[in-house]
Nanobody, 128 residues
């Protein structure tokens, strides 16, 4: 069964850190571009970060540059998002998504429809 499962969300204080993990079953993430998206209630889904299957190329939305880092752990068949210096505006449900591309050295988060596999999401709440 092909599945993506996110974990690591929770409650953090402003300035705190969380590490999200996206683990795959049924396929190898190393052959896919992986992206993290987020969506808060009443707002549109937005791309947060992505990492290419080969390279690895990465990209971040401007508001998280310098605070978030995306990286792979192929031994665990996972892609992680390290989130530091969290802000209340980072509050959202975070989703990981996968797009086939074993030879791609760059990634994009737009459009989200490029990504065929999606997880169920993990909630991140940043509040004091």
């Amino acid at each position: 069964q092909v599945q993506l499962v996110e974990s690591g969300g929770g409650l953090a204080q402003p300035g705190g850190s969380l590490r999200l993990s996206c683990v795959a079953s049924g396929f190898r993430l190393e052959y896919y571009n992986i992206a993290w998206f987020r969506q808060d209630s009443g707002k549109e889904r937005e791309g947060v970060s992505c990492i290419s299957a080969s390279g690895p190329g990465t990209d971040y939305r401007d508001s998280v540059k310098g605070r978030f880092t995306i990286f792979r752990d192929n031994a665990k068949n996972s892609v992680n998002l390290q989130m530091n210096n969290l802000k209340p505006e980072d509050t959202a449900t975070y989703y990981c998504a996968a797009s086939w591309g074993p030879h791609l050295s760059s990634c994009t988060m737009d459009p989200p429809s490029l990504y065929g596999y999606w997880g169920q999401g993990t909630q991140v709440t940043v509040s004091s």
